[in-house]
């Protein structure tokens, strides 16, 4: 089984925070994209029987209808599509209306992620957001209405100037709608933002962290009495109801990667990087050439330290069987021995063959993960 992520990097306007590659060119821009993107998957297309697929950008939702229906005519057209895959599509609640959720509807979207990350206006300006806090209400109302029931919403927590209670709000605001997913981040200042020189300029304050932790063990409280499973470091979902297509990342599912800057995993050791240069994407001579593109091929210790690090931020953990199979018993005994500080606080344990985090390591999972890698 393999997956699908298309890289649509179109945004109306960029988030102070983000550093996705994106670009805010209009519709000229995406028509050519589109062609470009066909051709790239004409090209590279698989036998593989696809298992899901994932439009993430930037925003899908920027697509207009006869955009979107190439788009998927195109990968109908060239992949084998499981008819159980979970095809899930990124939007921002602005972007949604009657007749493009009838669209997505239409097009076989089964799941949508919803770039909400605060339900309090005064944030979602901060944030540079174009929606208000009433049209993500209404836009979950208008999905789940239409059928599209696997809804999952992105929050962010430790803004600037946001309380403990405000954030306990946002999440009871969200468990309280027709939801099944949840993904949480902490609001990260990545370097050439606007965000960071902000930052930098001293215009805004660093949420500090002991109020982040706070917000993150109340995160964890509220969902799980609301049932939801935390099952990655920073994803919560209803039983059944986790992300297929990201929980195949994390376990080292192959999977093809479409459009600029978009990555591609052989389910081994080797790595595609489309280059993130839309007009360079754009004007590929198809016939002749691939799309700029870089490959990696991962070393035995960059391996060890991608699965490690991809398999331990899963509620499941690293498989110590597997690990040792796959990446030779150096590596294994290495995690082992370089766990033992971990395993005697109470950080880590070890069930049923998993080395994994306890509720209490999870809070220091980055601290703990970086004393795991290969030194």
């Not at 950080?347 to 703990?368: A, E, N, P, V, Y």
Request: aromatic fraction near 10%; proline fraction near 4%.
């Amino acid at each position: 089984m393999t997956g699908i992520y298309i890289h649509v990097p179109f945004c109306e306007k960029r988030c102070i925070y983000c550093n996705f590659y994106s670009t805010t060119r209009g519709k000229a821009d995406r028509e050519a994209y589109v062609q470009a993107l066909i051709h790239e998957m004409e090209l590279r297309r698989t036998t593989d029987c696809i298992s899901s697929i994932y439009l993430g950008g930037g925003t899908p939702s920027q697509l207009d209808a006869e955009e979107l229906a190439q788009v998927f005519e195109a990968l109908h057209r060239l992949f084998a599509i499981d008819p159980n895959a979970e095809i899930t599509f990124e939007a921002n609640p602005d972007d949604i209306h009657p007749d493009k959720v009838r669209q997505l509807v239409a097009l076989g979207v089964n799941r949508v992620s919803l770039g909400v990350q605060s339900f309090d206006d005064t944030r979602l300006q901060f944030l540079n957001r174009r929606h208000s806090a009433q049209q993500a209400h209404e836009t979950v109302l208008q999905l789940a209405a239409a059928g599209i029931d696997n809804l999952s919403l992105d929050l962010i927590y430790g803004q600037p100037g946001q309380q403990l209670s405000d954030w306990e709000q946002e999440v009871e605001t969200a468990l309280a709608l027709p939801v099944c997913h949840l993904s949480a981040y902490a609001l990260t200042y990545e370097p050439a933002t606007p965000l960071h020189r902000a930052w930098q300029r001293g215009e805004v304050q660093a949420c500090d962290e002991e109020l982040s932790l706070a917000m993150f063990q109340s995160l964890l409280r509220l969902t799980e009495a609301e049932g939801f499973e935390h099952y990655e470091i920073s994803n919560f979902a209803r039983p059944g109801r986790r992300s297929r297509h990201n929980s195949a990342y994390w376990q080292g599912v192959p999977y093809l990667g479409f459009g600029p800057g978009a990555h591609s995993f052989d389910g081994a050791r080797r790595r595609r990087q489309n280059l993130p240069q839309l007009r360079a994407y754009q004007q590929t001579d198809f016939g002749h050439a691939d799309v700029p593109h870089t490959i990696e091929v991962l070393s035995d210790a960059e391996h060890y330290d991608e699965v490690m690090m991809t398999r331990l931020r899963t509620a499941e953990g690293i498989d110590l069987a597997c690990l040792s199979q796959d990446c030779g018993l150096d590596y294994s005994d290495y995690l082992l021995r370089t766990a033992i500080p971990f395993l005697q606080s109470g950080m880590l344990k070890i069930c049923r063959g998993h080395l994994r985090f306890t509720r209490q390591g999870i809070f220091i999972s980055d601290h703990i993960m970086a004393e795991l890698i290969w030194a």
